[in-house]
T-cell receptor, first 116, second 114 residues
Framework: AQSVTQLGSHVSVSEGALVLLRCNYSSSVPPYLFWYVQYPNQGLQLLLKYTTGATLVKGINGFEAEFKKSETSFHLTKPSAHMSDAAEYFCAVSPPGIQGAQKLVFGQGTRLTINP | GAGVSQSPSNKVTEKGKDVELRCDPISGHTALYWYRQSLGQGLEFLIYFQGNSAPDKSGLPSDRFSAERTGGSVSTLTIQRTQQEDSAVYLC????????????FGPGTRLTVT
């Protein structure tokens, strides 16, 4: 069974500082990987995804993530934090291929706080 | 264009009552998913529809939970004889095709069982 671990339930950074949110997965084959963001009282919005191809993936709002198979990781970064980045971030995986189960398996989430 | 919509946005019900939660996916999306978000359990998969059929119901927590989808569009999640542990936010998502395609999420229905 697949699982996702997000290291740190809460991360706090200063405005303008680097944002690093960690995600590791457990899977027998490399899965599809996703990062979602959830603002208060809203649904989830996709930041970026990795399915195949280039391992460095760029997403919306200046975020990017790198798939590292050897480390089974998919950490999310942003060079310079903005106050509007304060939200909860979820890493998720799904099995590759059309024929696999289609559900997303989510990590527990990381709440990002930005200090002025 | 219109996103995924869910109704009601909030639902308060008494223990033992039945509730129905509705999801309207994005037009043309063939895949539809239900998830549950709660403080103790995080985000959990409940059920997945491809068209009107549900090839994966593995996440439904008990036989009190059921879901259907009609016309390849609207879906209803029904919880019978609600319990306090059913209190959560129920999220619906849809995608153009299953398998690695982006899932677009609705705003959720917050269910409170008193």
């Amino acid at each position: 069974a697949q699982s996702v671990t997000q290291l740190g339930s809460h991360v706090s950074v200063s405005e303008g500082a680097l944002v690093l949110l960690r995600c590791n997965y457990s899977s027998s084959v490399p899965p599809y990987l996703f990062w979602y963001v959830q603002y208060p009282n809203q649904g989830l919005q996709l930041l970026l995804k990795y399915t195949t191809g280039a391992t460095l993936v760029k997403g919306i709002n200046g975020f990017e993530a790198e798939f590292k198979k050897s480390e089974t990781s998919f950490h999310l970064t942003k060079p310079s934090a903005h106050m509007s980045d304060a939200a909860e971030y979820f890493c998720a995986v799904s099995p590759p291929g059309i024929q696999g189960a289609q559900k997303l398996v989510f990590g527990q989430g990381t709440r990002l706080t930005i200090n002025p | 264009g219109a996103g995924v919509s869910q109704s009601p946005s909030n639902k308060v019900t008494e223990k033992g009552k039945d509730v129905e939660l509705r999801c309207d996916p994005i037009s043309g999306h063939t895949a539809l998913y239900w998830y549950r978000q709660s403080l103790g359990q995080g985000l959990e998969f409940l059920i997945y529809f491809q068209g009107n059929s549900a090839p994966d119901k593995s996440g439904l927590p008990s036989d009190r939970f059921s879901a259907e989808r009609t016309g390849g569009s609207v879906s209803t999640l029904t919880i019978q004889r609600t319990q306090q542990e059913d209190s959560a936010v129920y999220l619906c998502a849809s995608s153009l095709l299953a398998g690695g395609y982006e899932q677009y999420f609705g705003p959720g229905t917050r269910l409170t069982v008193t």
